[in-house]
Each structure stands twice: as C-alpha cells, then as structure tokens.
Nanobody
Framework: VQLQASGGGLVQAGGSLRLSCTAS????????MGWFRQAPGKEREFVAA????????GYADSVKGRFTISRDNVKKMVYLQMDSLKPEDTAVYSC???????????????????WGQGTLVTVSS
C-alpha cells in the first residue's frame, strides 16, 4: 500500500486548505484512514481519523469544528478540509492507513501500518 498526501501550501490565518491522500496498491476500503501532523520541533500528533465505511469519525480537540475528514472508497481517496486555519496549524501533514479493521476511529499511531510522505501546511499570521 502506498499513500501520497498533497494539497499543502501557504495560507493566511482564517483561510482554508483541502488536503488529499491517494492510496494505491493492495488497499482495503475497510482500513481506518488517519491524518497526523508534525510541527517543527514537536512530536507527530493525531489530527483526524475515519473508519472504512465513514460511519465513525474522530478529531483532535484542537481541530474539532474546523477540520473535516472524508473518504471516497471508489477513488481510494481521503480528504481533510481545513477551515479557519491558525498559525499553530502549521505542520507537515501525513496520511496513514491501518491494515487491521477497526470500527472506531483510531488515534494511536502505532496501530497504523502504512504511512505516506507528508505535505507542508504553513499558516501565516
């Protein structure tokens, strides 16, 4: 399974960006898909996750109400719509996929088997 994140860029505070994650290879529509981010000098942290059916979604408290995760299993795509961006959202954003099937959005990085290269999001004040 290969994952590739795209859609990052430079945006002013209050603006929006939409990240995309393309999956290829032996993907499974049952995998939980997650978005994580790593800011300069900080550890990677959970942002959002969505179950295979899209029926269960979870967000970090810091992005709840501003970010929306979604997926299109036919296109093998996962999206992260980011609105009302803040300078503290500046980070490299990566998508990840589990190999096991879960029915809840997974926040623990250790449960994700596949990781894509990230895309940089920079929010200016």
């Amino acid at each position: 399974v290969q994952l590739q994140a795209s859609g990052g860029g430079l945006v002013q505070a209050g603006g929006s960006l939409r990240l995309s994650c393309t999956a290829s290879g032996r993907t499974s529509s049952n995998s939980v898909m997650g978005w994580f981010r790593q800011a300069p000098g900080k550890e990677r942290e959970f942002v959002a996750a969505i179950t295979g059916s899209g029926g269960s979604i979870g967000y970090a408290d810091s992005v709840k109400g501003r970010f929306t995760i979604s997926r299109d299993n036919v296109k093998k795509m996962v999206y992260l719509q980011m609105d009302s961006l803040k300078p503290e959202d500046t980070a490299v954003y990566s998508c990840a996929a589990t190999s096991a099937v879960y029915y809840l959005p997974i926040r623990e990085q250790s449960r994700y088997r596949y990781w894509g290269q990230g895309t940089l999001v920079t929010v200016s004040s």
